[in-house]
């Protein structure tokens, strides 16, 4: 199975400018508030009628950024993978369900900023290498 899914959104990394709040005696670090809104607007993309891929999968992310800031693919995958959980594409984003990001790369596009996902799951033949 394979599928594929434009977010036409300029990509936001969930570590940047993270948030220090107080809950009473204790803190927590919380995601920036551009991340919430990213996170929360990425849910009109991402409307599926099925159940979530539970099953081992690849996830490739192609970024195309806005700016020609430097930014970490590593903080943009985990982004994504945690939109994907939070918006019932994929069960859970751990190494059992998301095997791979193989592929994924950082382009600059400032007239289209977005990021096309495309998840495969892995054959059955492909677990034992």
Sequence with gaps: MEI???LPLNPVTKKNSQRIIKCGSYSRIMPSKSYVQ??????FYL???AP????RCEVTCLFFMKTRRRVD???LLEAVDDVLVKHG????DNSSIIVSHDGSRVFH?????RTEITIKTIAEEDKKK
């Design 47 to 49: 409307s599926r009628d």
């Design 89 to 92: 594409i994929l069960q859970d």
């Design 52 to 55: 979530p891929i539970e099953e």
């Design 109 to 113: 596009d400032p007239k289209n900023p």
């Design 4 to 6: 594929k899914i434009t």
């Design 38 to 43: 990213y996170e929360k607007d990425c849910g």
């Design 73 to 75: 693919l590593t903080n």
